[in-house]
């Protein structure tokens, strides 16, 4: 059980995480209340809540109102927009074995007066699953080139970026190319420890008498809120997987490839949590509904 913090969690990414897995679909915006009670459990204070939300307020993502001295808060387009990719590539990755062999290049230029845009679309690239040949140079297998014109119409440097697609000649290897773009081998060995931390939770986990094969006829072993807790950690640490893996079709992956089998763990383990833990957050959020419901 999580009693306080852990520094690498970032509060803004947890009040993310949040509302990326539990509150995405939910209808009314939550109280403040019921964000405190959910992110305690996470190891942050009230005042903690309060500050990030009112930060992420500010900066666009999620939206307030208040009546009398409380407070509620929901997604803002722009916030929502940004979570239904992220759960999209999380859940529902690009990937496959069928590969046509030819790749998509990236091409631009942006010059060091816009430096904050030219960082802006490396990281939108990287989220897509492309791969730096070099610093203006871009490489992706999949056909990337609708989402690519879209990124730099947004970030408005259509001038400063070409998209091409077509097969390569000469003179590296698949192999190397790959491994000029993307660093698979640590990328792998990460998965590695993910499914090291994470298989015992989830064989602990799936016999259960809450959560797993045995639910309804074992004791439960924990609570509710523990199993809010273990798929929220459980989420969170998947969630950085997309951000470095660029999902390769099968014949540019290394041999034993650990990335496969630390989605299935991730979505068994999601799915036998996800009756408890969800239940947990709808009591938690349904206080105070009627009151913004008729507001």
Known sequence: MLH?????????????????????????????????TL??????????????????????????????????????????????????????????????????????????????????????????????????VWLSPHDVRAEVLEIAAELKLSKNVETFRGAHLALSSPERLVAQCWDLAALDRRYAAFIARWSREFEHCNQCGMTGAKAGIHKPCTAPADCFRRRFLLVHEYRAFPLEDPYLPGPLLPAGWNGEKAARLFESYHNVLAGPAERYVAEVCAEGDDIVAAA
């Open 4 to 36: 306080k913090a852990v520094p690498s969690l970032r509060s803004q990414d947890l009040v993310f995480t949040l509302f990326g897995d539990y509150l995405l679909e939910r209808a009314r915006p939550v109280w403040t209340s019921g964000l405190i």
């Open 39 to 136: 992110l305690g459990e996470l190891g942050l204070s009230p005042m903690a809540v309060r500050t990030v939300l009112s930060r992420m307020t500010r900066k666009g993502w999620l939206s307030a109102e208040r009546m009398g001295t409380r407070s509620w808060y929901g997604l803002t387009a722009k916030g929502r927009k940004l979570l239904e990719s992220g759960r999209e590539r999380i859940y529902h990755p690009t990937t496959g074995p069928e590969w046509d062999g030819e790749w998509s290049v990236v091409v631009f230029s942006v010059p060091e007066t816009r430096r904050r845009l030219r960082d802006a679309l490396r990281v939108r690239l990287a989220w897509l699953g492309c791969g730096p040949l070099t610093s203006g």
